[in-house]
């Protein structure tokens, strides 16, 4: 565990620099330093991706066979939650140049919920249809732990994401 308070506190801290500096890192930006550090997050993420497929190997417990059908339904829900994650990452980027110059208009905070709120939509929808399909191949009590561990990472994820952001004014 000790590894992962590593990896959750230079998250934290890179989301921090991010949001609370206001670095514009959607793709249309792209000075040096906006460049790297999007580059470092996204390092991090993976560090978090990594610890995501330990606890998740740790608990579930499966046997050769089971695994050969489960991991290729989980490394596509990997790979869907990173593109989401991508798109995330550029929304709260504008949502800190908007910080950075002082305010938020009406239309921008309307679009940004928006799209908050569509890929929270995603990220659950990803879920329920990796968990569908793993359900196909796994036990029941199997299936249950994967959304119980699933559910609790989300949640710490988020949390830890969701306490960087300044609250809209």
């Not at 991090?44 to 998740?56: N, P």
């Not at 305010?103 to 929808?125: F, G, K, N």
Request: aromatic share 6%; proline share 3%.
């Amino acid at each position: 565990w000790g590894r992962t308070m590593t990896i959750r506190s230079a998250t934290r801290y890179l989301a921090g620099v991010v949001l609370c500096a206001g670095l514009a890192l959607g793709a249309h930006a792209g000075t040096p330093e906006e460049d790297a550090t999007l580059e470092l997050i996204r390092d991090q993420f993976q560090d978090v991706d990594l610890r995501r497929v330990i606890e998740v190997s740790a608990s579930m417990k499966l046997d050769e066979q089971g695994a050969k059908r489960f991991w290729p339904i989980y490394r596509a829900y990997l790979a869907e939650i990173v593109a989401l994650r991508d798109r995330q990452i550029d929304t709260l980027a504008e949502y800190a140049r908007q910080l950075d110059a002082g305010w938020i208009d009406d239309p921008t905070a309307r679009t940004s919920l928006a799209r908050s709120l569509a890929l929270e939509q995603a990220r659950v929808d990803a879920r329920h249809h990796m968990i569908r399909k793993a359900g196909e191949v796994i036990t029941p009590i199997q299936t249950l732990r994967l959304y119980q561990l699933e559910l609790a990472m989300d949640a710490s994820i988020g949390s830890r994401v969701l306490q960087q952001i300044p609250l809209a004014k």
